[in-house]
């Protein structure tokens, strides 16, 4: 097989991988639901594309290698994980206690959330988040060697943007639908009831994640060569 025919099958690999990662549901999903049943569909575009901003920092230090330091430095993990899961919690928390507030009027035409506060709060949802590093640095660590072309490297990156950016603007488009927004105007305290202790677990899981020593699966990652090691590892992560 030629370089270059290596480089597509490594990268539709990641394309692959990746998108099915993004689609399994997680606390991105449950923000850029949450907006789009909520609040206008430009707030939950923008909310999916903060989501997307923040799964491309991600994978950005992922290539620059920031994943081997967090593997070396597990403390720094924690640390992060510590602070994504009081976020997540604290998320979690806002969303329960507010539950039964009525909804903003004619959400789907204003809403009450602007456009850059959607964007943040899908940023740093995801940000949230170590593990989304690590598992694309267990990807490139996979599919990359040390002698990897700057272009292929910069391919991934464009395909990472490109597929959160694409299901999350799916979601978005579904969810901010007048069906879907009516639905959860009917069941608002319920849906944002459930949508809080989701959040919140999420949130506890990254902290349980410290109670029992799961950061060693970051080191599992870092030590990960072969793409069915990855696949599997990924699952665990998820």
């Known amino acids: 097989m030629s370089s270059g025919m290596s480089y597509v099958v490594a990268l539709a690999g990641i394309g692959t991988v990746h998108l099915l990662a993004a689609m399994s549901p997680g606390p991105a999903f449950v923000v ?71 909804a903003a009027p004619a959400a789907a035409d204003g809403g009450t959330m602007g456009l850059w506060q959607a964007w943040r709060l899908g940023l740093v949802t995801n940000l949230a988040n170590p593990k989304v590093m690590v598992f694309f640095g267990s990807i490139f660590v996979a599919l990359f060697s040390p002698d990897t072309p700057d272009w292929v490297r910069l391919a991934a990156l464009v395909i990472v943007a490109a597929n959160e950016s694409l299901w999350y603007t799916v979601v978005a488009l579904l969810f901010s639908s007048r069906a879907a927004q009516a639905a959860y105007r009917r069941a608002k305290r319920w849906i944002d009831r459930a949508t809080g202790a989701v959040m919140m677990l999420f949130g506890l899981r990254l902290e349980a994640d410290l109670i029992f020593e799961l950061p060693a699966h970051s080191a599992a990652l870092g030590a990960a060569r072969q793409p069915e090691e990855v696949a599997d590892l990924v699952f665990q992560l998820a």
């Open 32 to 102: 850029v639901t949450r907006v789009s049943v909520g609040e206008s569909r430009k707030a939950a575009l923008s909310a999916a594309f903060g989501v997307a901003t923040a799964a491309l920092i991600w994978a950005i230090a992922a290539t620059l290698g920031m994943h081997l330091l967090l593997a070396r430095a597990a403390w720094l993990y924690d640390v992060l994980k510590l602070l994504g899961g009081a976020y997540l919690v604290w998320l979690g928390f806002q969303a329960w206690r507010h539950a039964d507030e009525p």
